[in-house]
């Protein structure tokens, strides 16, 4: 069975921020995050080569780091949904939908 990534990534980011935000507890949050990652990062090394599967993990760390600022911004809320759609779409288009 094939786990679409790009749910995974998306999910994760905001089920992350969401866990953190609304317990008070950051790590959790991290927990969330660390494991929508771990799985991710599993199925694109699965579908993909070695660096595609490296620049994937970074995207999906960068747009972790990068809605911190962003919410600065835009609102937390919104900087949330862009990085997950961004992250989303990169995972879509670079390892879910391949055959």
């Given at each position: 069975m094939r786990i679409p990534t790009s749910l995974v990534t998306a999910a994760s980011l905001v089920g992350g921020w969401q866990a953190a935000r609304r317990t008070g507890v950051r790590p959790l949050g991290g927990v969330v995050l660390a494991a929508g990652g771990a799985v991710a990062a599993r199925e694109w090394s699965r579908?993909?080569?070695?660096a595609?599967?490296?620049?994937?993990?970074?995207?999906?760390?960068?747009?972790?780091?990068?809605?911190?600022?962003l919410a600065k911004r835009i609102g937390a809320w919104p900087s949330v949904l862009v990085v997950a759609a961004v992250t989303a779409g990169a995972s879509y288009v670079v390892a879910d939908r391949r055959p």
């Open positions: 579908r993909t080569t070695p595609t599967t490296a620049a994937l993990v970074a995207t999906y760390l960068g747009a972790f780091g990068l809605s911190h600022p």
